[in-house]
């Protein structure tokens, strides 16, 4: 599969209510092979919200752009990989006892 | 000497940059129908283009990213797209404009038929960039465009009412002006971007990478853009102020280039002229380089091409292969018989329209800490950054509107 | 302003997100000559249906460039033999842009660069030598 | 594949509609699009000509501009005369009007003429006494040029 079939995807919840869309999609790499691992998902509610990544990151600066982006993306969040049902050519399922997680980056 | 050399990068950009054809004709026309009321925008476009410039060099030199990779990596790929194919409209537009302009300006020197010096333009603009060193070529360009000092000596010359200057530049409209506020409004925004366009910041930071720039050379850079910019400002409002002193009582608008060349010769003689021509000339071959390269800049950098100068060409095909295409477009649409002039005037409006994707990247990355380290910009700058990006979106809405209300300024 | 959400659990990796780390960067050679943007990612073990807990993590598997690049910006899908792949192992270095360890002329993706370089550039005089 | 939500298309489509639409009306109202307005306009713009051709043939009597740049000065203001000439022609006026679009046009062909002649004596080299009368002759249309002006703009 390649990256932008699985971004923009809506995603529903177990019960099949939408939740969001797939903004973004995180991985771990690992400092010895390089190799990039699928963490999860980061689901907002809007797919554009959030390419500049203010939400995920700590800068601030210039200050009313960072507010201005962090309040666009707002309500987004991260589900881990095994939080994740199925995933469908119409939209990823979680889990009935999914968690969401804030999208900050380590 | 060597450091006199090292400003050559602001200095061509600057000089071809800030005072092109397109600056050349608007400033001389402001000045022949409003005198100095509209010196302001100058002014604030001056201050705008040292804050962005001087960004966009720091990203440079700490990152070695150039402007268009940069809006590509902040705005992704479709919103890059967008910009991509307005910049580089607008790019070719301009190219067109100042491809002309050196035909114009050598018609000046020899009377010869403009339609016989485009092609000997073009040919001259693909040779330098094909086979000169970046650095003899804005050197050589950036000296030669230093002529056009010869305005604010004409300035002098003229021995001007001072006094009715200064309450110009005081918003107290001088006594002929019969002009209304939207095609007022309609030419500020022109005068503002034409000093903020685009291709300046894609230049100026390509320019940087194309001289390996590091840490190290941002003091220079930031030189570059102090002393080069302010000095592009400062002969544009002395071709406003010649044109308003000369021009304006005789109530003459200025349409061509040849009228621009009129106040010089009535200051300084014949000798004052033939050192305008040069500049005039040296002024719009050094834009005509700076838009082509920028033509190959922004569209290998979204694409990821190979591209720069410092490589050979056939290093960098596809770079140079953009370039060939746009002069030869460029070249074949002059010789319809379009006016120069009249292209220039739209795509300064034009390049409004575009600033506001151009600058949001720039700002936001200076700002990240990926790309810059501790280099990032201080709170000075962000503030002031904010307060362009706010004038460039106003000036961007407007720009469509005024032009049609104002018929295009006429 | 309801509770701030918990961290997710670390990791001991570098964390990036595909699309603000990953996707639009510029990827370099070995010698630092500009090779192409990634346009898309290709992630391997990762299918349609359902995910079962006890599968290994899908891994990104190659950078994909070129025709891709449509499909981005106007919709659609290219097919699967059009994709013009650089493989993850060939990527040696990921800052804020990625640097391969191979040079640009093995690569499939340059293709048409070095077409344009040997038929066209490469012809007119001079385009073989350093600008002077 | 679009990710614009058809709402948010319409929405759009709206605005830009109402933007146009203001815009349209606007430029309606304006003066730059009547037809009074544009005669207004061809006459500025030629008296403009007609004095830079006065003071091209002042600097180059004075030896102040090189000739190939009093050729090509000379040359534009007699082109962008022309311009003026033709869309004057053109024009679709009503009654009112003609009377003015007559008159400025009787000027304009004054102004080509007298510019022609300048050419001709720039290159030939007159004396300064019919230099100074081509001068004189050139600001003297210029000027009526700008009156006519003025007087499409009163009662406009």
Same mark, same amino acid.
């Given at each position: 599969?390649?990256?932008?079939?699985?971004?923009?995807?809506?995603?529903?919840?177990?019960?099949?209510?939408?939740?969001?869309?797939?903004?973004?999609?995180?991985?771990?790499?690992?400092?010895?092979?390089?190799?990039?691992?699928?963490?999860?998902?980061?689901?907002?509610?809007?797919?554009?919200?959030?390419?500049?990544?203010?939400?995920?990151?700590?800068?601030?600066?210039?200050?009313?752009?960072?507010?201005?982006?962090?309040?666009?993306?707002?309500?987004?969040?991260?589900?881990?990989?095994?939080?994740?049902?199925?995933?469908?050519?119409?939209?990823?399922?979680?889990?009935?006892?999914?968690?969401?997680?804030?999208?900050?980056?380590? | 000497?060597?450091?006199?050399?090292?400003?050559?990068?602001?200095?061509?950009?600057?000089?071809? +940059?800030?005072?092109?054809?397109?600056?050349?004709?608007?400033?001389? &026309?402001?000045?022949?129908?409003?005198?100095? #009321?509209?010196?302001?925008?100058?002014?604030?476009?001056?201050?705008?283009?040292?804050?962005?410039?001087?960004?966009?060099?720091?990203?440079?030199?700490?990152?070695?990213?150039?402007?268009?990779?940069?809006?590509? *990596?902040?705005?992704?790929?479709?919103? +890059?797209?967008?910009?991509?194919?307005?910049?580089?409209?607008?790019?070719?537009?301009?190219?067109?404009?100042?491809?002309?302009?050196?035909?114009?300006?050598?018609?000046?020197?020899?009377?010869?038929?403009? #339609?016989?010096?485009?092609?000997?333009?073009?040919?001259?603009?693909?040779?330098?960039?094909?086979?000169?060193?970046?650095?003899?070529?804005?050197?050589?360009?950036?000296?030669?465009?230093?002529?056009?000092?010869?305005?604010?000596?004409?300035?002098?010359?003229?021995?001007?009412?001072?006094?009715?200057?200064?309450?110009?530049?005081?918003?107290?409209?001088?006594?002929?002006?019969?002009?209304?506020?939207?095609?007022?409004?309609? $030419?500020?925004?022109?005068?503002?971007?034409?000093?903020?366009?685009?291709? *300046?910041?894609?230049?100026?930071?390509?320019?940087?990478?194309?001289?390996?720039?590091?840490?190290?050379?941002? +003091?220079?850079?930031?030189?570059? &853009?102090?002393?080069?910019?302010?000095?592009?400002?400062?002969?544009?409002?002395?071709?406003?102020?010649?044109?308003?002193?000369?021009?304006?009582?005789?109530?003459?608008?200025?349409?061509?280039?040849?009228?621009?060349?009129?106040?010089?010769?009535?200051?300084?003689?014949?000798?004052?002229?033939?050192?305008?021509?040069?500049?005039?000339?040296?002024? #719009?071959?050094?834009?005509?380089?700076?838009?082509?390269?920028?033509?190959?800049?922004?569209?290998?950098?979204? $694409?990821?091409?190979?591209?720069?100068?410092?490589?050979?060409?056939?290093?960098?095909?596809?770079?140079?292969?953009?370039?060939?295409?746009?002069?030869?477009?460029?070249?074949?649409?002059?010789?319809?018989?379009?006016?120069?002039?009249?292209?220039?005037?739209?795509?300064?409006?034009?390049?409004?329209?575009?600033?506001?994707?151009?600058?949001?990247?720039?700002?936001?990355?200076?700002?990240?800490?990926?790309?810059?380290?501790?280099?990032?910009?201080?709170?000075?700058?962000?503030?002031?950054?904010? &307060?362009?990006?706010?004038?460039?979106?106003?000036?961007?809405?407007?720009?469509?509107?005024?032009?049609?209300?104002?018929?295009?300024?006429? | 302003?309801?509770?701030?959400?918990?961290?997710?659990?670390? @990791?001991?990796?570098?964390? @990036?997100?595909?699309?603000?780390?990953?996707?639009?960067?510029?990827?370099?050679?070995?010698?630092?000559?500009?090779?192409?943007?990634?346009?898309?990612?290709?992630?391997?073990?990762?299918?349609?249906?359902?995910?079962?807990?006890?599968?290994?993590?899908?891994?990104?598997?190659?950078?994909?460039?070129?025709?891709?690049?449509?499909?981005?910006?106007?919709?659609?899908?290219?097919?699967?033999?059009?994709?013009?792949?650089?493989?993850?192992?060939? @990527?040696?270095?990921?800052?804020?842009?990625?640097?391969?360890?191979?040079?640009?002329?093995?690569?499939? @993706?340059?293709?048409?660069?070095?077409?344009?370089?040997?038929?066209?550039?490469?012809?007119?005089?001079?385009?073989?030598?350093?600008?002077? | 594949?679009?990710?614009?939500?058809?709402?948010?298309?319409?929405?759009?489509?709206?605005?830009?509609?109402?933007?146009?639409?203001?815009?349209?009306?606007?430029?309606?109202?304006?003066?730059?699009?009547?037809?009074?307005?544009?005669?207004?306009?061809?006459?500025?713009?030629?008296?403009?000509?007609?004095?830079?051709?006065?003071?091209?043939?002042?600097?180059?009597?004075?030896?102040?501009?090189?000739?190939?740049?009093?050729?090509?000065?000379?040359?534009?203001?007699?082109?962008?005369?022309?311009?003026?000439?033709?869309?004057?022609?053109?024009?679709?006026?009503?009654?009112?009007?003609?009377?003015?679009?007559?008159?400025?046009?009787?000027?304009?062909?004054?102004?080509?003429?007298?510019?022609?002649?300048?050419?001709?004596?720039?290159?030939?080299?007159?004396?300064?006494?019919?230099?100074?009368?081509?001068?004189?002759?050139?600001?003297?249309?210029?000027?009526?040029?700008?009156?006519?002006?003025?007087?499409?703009?009163?009662?406009?």
């Amino acid at each position: 599969m390649i990256l932008s079939e699985l971004l923009q995807l809506p995603v529903l919840d177990a019960v099949g209510t939408r939740i969001g869309v797939v903004t973004d999609v995180r991985f771990a790499l690992d400092h010895d092979s390089g190799d990039a691992h699928m963490l999860g998902v980061l689901i907002g509610r809007r797919s554009r919200a959030t390419f500049l990544g203010y939400e995920r990151k700590t800068e601030t600066a210039p200050a009313l752009i960072a507010r201005f982006l962090r309040w666009r993306a707002r309500g987004s969040f991260l589900v881990l990989l095994d939080d994740v049902r199925s995933i469908e050519p119409d939209g990823v399922r979680l889990r009935t006892d999914y968690r969401r997680y804030s999208p900050e980056l380590p | 000497m060597k450091a006199v050399l090292g400003l050559a990068l602001g200095v061509l950009t600057a000089i071809g +940059g800030f005072v092109d054809i397109g600056d050349l004709v608007t400033s001389s &026309v402001v000045g022949s129908r409003f005198g100095l #009321t509209l010196a302001w925008v100058i002014i604030i476009g001056v201050v705008g283009i040292c804050l962005f410039a001087q960004m966009s060099g720091r990203v440079a030199a700490i990152s070695g990213r150039a402007t268009f990779e940069i809006i590509r *990596e902040r705005l992704g790929a479709r919103v +890059g797209f967008a910009n991509l194919v307005a910049s580089f409209l607008i790019n070719l537009m301009t190219l067109t404009a100042e491809v002309g302009g050196i035909a114009l300006s050598l018609q000046l020197a020899t009377s010869l038929q403009p #339609t016989l010096w485009i092609p000997v333009a073009a040919i001259a603009v693909w040779l330098v960039i094909w086979r000169v060193k970046f650095s003899i070529l804005e050197n050589v360009t950036g000296l030669l465009g230093l002529a056009l000092i010869v305005f604010a000596v004409a300035v002098f010359l003229l021995h001007p009412d001072w006094q009715s200057l200064g309450g110009q530049l005081l918003l107290q409209s001088p006594s002929q002006g019969s002009e209304t506020p939207a095609t007022y409004w309609y $030419f500020a925004i022109a005068l503002f971007g034409s000093a903020m366009t685009p291709y *300046e910041v894609f230049f100026f930071s390509s320019g940087a990478v194309e001289e390996h720039w590091t840490r190290k050379d941002l +003091g220079q850079s930031r030189v570059n &853009v102090l002393v080069g910019f302010p000095l592009g400002a400062l002969l544009s409002i002395a071709i406003s102020v010649t044109a308003a002193i000369v021009l304006l009582p005789h109530q003459i608008q200025v349409t061509s280039l040849s009228q621009v060349l009129l106040p010089v010769a009535q200051a300084g003689g014949t000798i004052a002229a033939i050192v305008a021509l040069l500049g005039f000339v040296a002024a #719009t071959f050094g834009a005509a380089l700076e838009t082509t390269l920028s033509s190959g800049y922004s569209l290998a950098q979204y $694409f990821g091409w190979s591209w720069g100068k410092f490589r050979r060409p056939a290093k960098a095909a596809r770079f140079h292969l953009t370039m060939i295409i746009c002069l030869v477009v460029g070249a074949g649409v002059l010789l319809t018989g379009v006016d120069p002039v009249q292209i220039t005037e739209y795509s300064v409006v034009f390049s409004a329209i575009a600033l506001p994707l151009t600058y949001l990247p720039i700002l936001i990355v200076a700002n990240d800490r990926d790309y810059m380290g501790d280099k990032v910009n201080g709170r000075v700058t962000n503030f002031f950054g904010l &307060v362009f990006l706010v004038i460039i979106v106003i000036a961007s809405v407007a720009a469509i509107p005024l032009m049609i209300i104002s018929a295009a300024g006429s | 302003m309801t509770d701030p959400l918990p961290q997710a659990p670390s @990791v001991d990796a570098r964390v @990036v997100d595909a699309r603000l780390h990953l996707l639009d960067r510029q990827v370099l050679d070995v010698e630092g000559d500009p090779v192409a943007t990634v346009d898309d990612l290709e992630i391997a073990d990762l299918q349609y249906g359902e995910r079962l807990p006890d599968r290994p993590a899908p891994t990104i598997s190659a950078l994909i460039s070129g025709p891709i690049l449509t499909t981005r910006l106007f919709g659609g899908r290219t097919p699967p033999g059009r994709l013009q792949k650089i493989g993850w192992d060939l @990527v040696a270095d990921l800052d804020i842009v990625f640097t391969l360890e191979v040079k640009s002329e093995s690569l499939e @993706v340059t293709w048409f660069e070095r077409w344009l370089a040997s038929r066209v550039i490469g012809r007119i005089p001079g385009g073989d030598h350093d600008p002077e | 594949m679009s990710t614009i939500a058809p709402r948010a298309r319409g929405r759009r489509a709206a605005l830009a509609l109402v933007l146009t639409g203001v815009c349209l009306g606007t430029a309606g109202c304006s003066q730059a699009y009547s037809a009074s307005g544009r005669l207004a306009q061809a006459a500025s713009d030629a008296s403009a000509q007609t004095q830079t051709g006065a003071l091209t043939l002042r600097l180059s009597a004075t030896h102040r501009l090189p000739s190939p740049a009093t050729d090509t000065a000379l040359s534009d203001a007699i082109d962008k005369l022309g311009q003026d000439d033709s869309s004057l022609t053109s024009a679709d006026v009503s009654g009112g009007l003609e009377t003015a679009r007559t008159r400025i046009l009787s000027k304009v062909r004054t102004g080509e003429d007298l510019l022609a002649r300048a050419r001709h004596l720039t290159e030939a080299g007159a004396g300064q006494a019919t230099t100074d009368a081509l001068v004189r002759q050139l600001q003297v249309t210029a000027k009526q040029l700008a009156a006519l002006q003025k007087q499409l703009q009163g009662s406009g």
